[in-house]
């Protein structure tokens, strides 16, 4: 049997909240969200990616998301 490797995440939560040129934003998100499943926090983020590409697609097109 084969056993899947995963590789390492490209960043991790410590790396972005000591960026400087991490945003505010993200920083907040990331403190805010430090205690939570990891799973459900990923689920939530990728929603919110949708959510977020949604509205700028409808930004592209002329309209208001």
């Not at 049997?1 to 400087?20: C, I, K, Q, S, W």
């Not at 040129?21 to 939570?36: E, G, H, I, Y």
Request: hydrophobic letters at 50%; proline letters at 6%.
């Amino acid at each position: 049997m084969v056993e899947a490797v995963h590789p390492r995440p490209v960043l991790t939560a410590g790396e972005v909240l000591n960026d400087p040129s991490a945003s505010f934003a993200l920083k907040q998100v990331l403190r805010a969200w430090s205690d939570r499943d990891v799973v459900d926090a990923a689920n939530d983020a990728a929603v919110l990616q949708l959510v977020c590409q949604a509205a700028v697609l409808a930004r592209l097109e002329g309209g208001k998301p």
